[in-house]
């Protein structure tokens, strides 16, 4: 790789440009829960709910993946993380995950949380991996937040878990 090229899985925060694409790219990445049995997921997020996170980081020109961070209890939230399936297994979740954790700590913050299905590989397994850890004791905006994805059908799908990474400098 030349001295100056970017590494293809560099995350790098959404344009505007960015954020028109994002909505399909998530749908296509939900696609590998219908290949696996499961029933359709919510439809996703649109435009103006990801312009108005805190942070949207993607990978690739055109993006190939995405996170989206939302603020929550004082703690970056991990909202959605997305990978298009042409683009699977090649480290890009890993290193949207990692930039994820880095924005957070750049910005002061300490602990990064997350709500996932426990048992689906590229979910739970997937983030304990990357240092993530069960989390019993739910704050206000983190029940309120369960609370909403038992209204919608999400535990329906599977048994779902809040998980928190400390973040230490």
Known sequence: MPENAVPDHASRLATAADLAVLPALEAASDTIFAEAGYPPLPPPGDV???????????????????????????????????????????????????AALRAAAAAG???????????????????????????????????????????????IMGRRVVLAHNIIE
Request: glycine share 10%; hydrophobic share 45%.
């Open 48 to 98: 103006a709910e990801l312009a108005a996170a805190w942070r949207v980081l993607v990978s690739g020109r055109p993006p190939r993946g995405f996170v989206r961070l939302e603020i929550l209890d004082g703690c970056v939230h991990l909202e959605q993380l997305a990978v298009h399936p042409d683009h699977f297994r090649r480290g890009i979740g890993t290193e949207l995950v990692r």
């Open 109 to 155: 913050y300490r602990r990064v949380t997350l709500c996932t299905f426990a048992d689906v590989a590229w979910n739970g397994p997937f983030y304990r991996a990357l240092g993530f850890a069960d989390v019993h004791e739910l704050t206000p905006g983190l029940r309120a937040l369960r609370d909403k994805e038992i209204e919608i059908g999400l535990d």
